[in-house]
């Protein structure tokens, strides 16, 4: 089942780097930043691995948890986070049932053949499990003061209400 906006998500399980098992109640009562990238050691990747690493503490500051994800293995993770200093986890999707479920697995031409590819994306999962935004096929620059912004946001309408 495709997770929805405005929708809890279905469950969820999958490995990551740290010995930790990610499930949807893992950070019950936090914000999850659940950002999907193709690969490992790669510019784009790299890149956007040390915007949310450099942005780090502000996510903390606003109770949100960051999470990465990929079709790497938790060896390749264990690299990466340990080369880029990451003080998030990262999930090993090897079997893609994550990339499935978030639909972020496309088609994309590389040197002229079709291959099939993760679209970058990013999920916001508010305290109670629901989905409340999504990026899909976005550009690195920016991207993550945009979700800071959305977490703002939504933390002010939680304030509001209450």
């Not at 998500?9 to 490995?15: C, F, G, K, M």
């Not at 935004?133 to 509001?160: S, Y």
């Amino acid at each position: 089942m495709t997770p929805a906006l405005n929708k809890a998500l279905p469950d969820i399980e999958a490995q990551a780097t740290g010995g930790l098992k990610f499930t949807q109640h893992s950070f019950a009562g936090r914000f999850v930043v659940l950002y999907f990238y193709p690969k490992d050691n790669t510019p784009g990747c790299t890149t956007e691995a040390m915007q949310f690493r450099d942005h780090y503490k502000e996510f903390t500051a606003l109770n949100t948890v960051v999470i990465g994800v990929s079709r790497d293995n938790l060896i390749s993770h264990a690299k990466f986070k340990e080369t880029l200093g990451l003080p998030f986890e990262l999930v090993a999707d090897t079997e893609e049932k994550l990339c499935h479920m978030f639909g972020v697995v496309k088609n994309k031409i590389m040197y002229g053949k079709k291959v099939k590819g993760i679209e970058r994306s990013t999920f916001l999962i508010d305290p109670q499990g629901v989905l409340r935004a999504e990026w899909r096929g976005l550009k690195v620059a920016g991207h993550v003061e945009e979700v800071i912004d959305a977490i703002k946001t939504l933390q002010g309408a939680t304030k509001a209400a209450a």
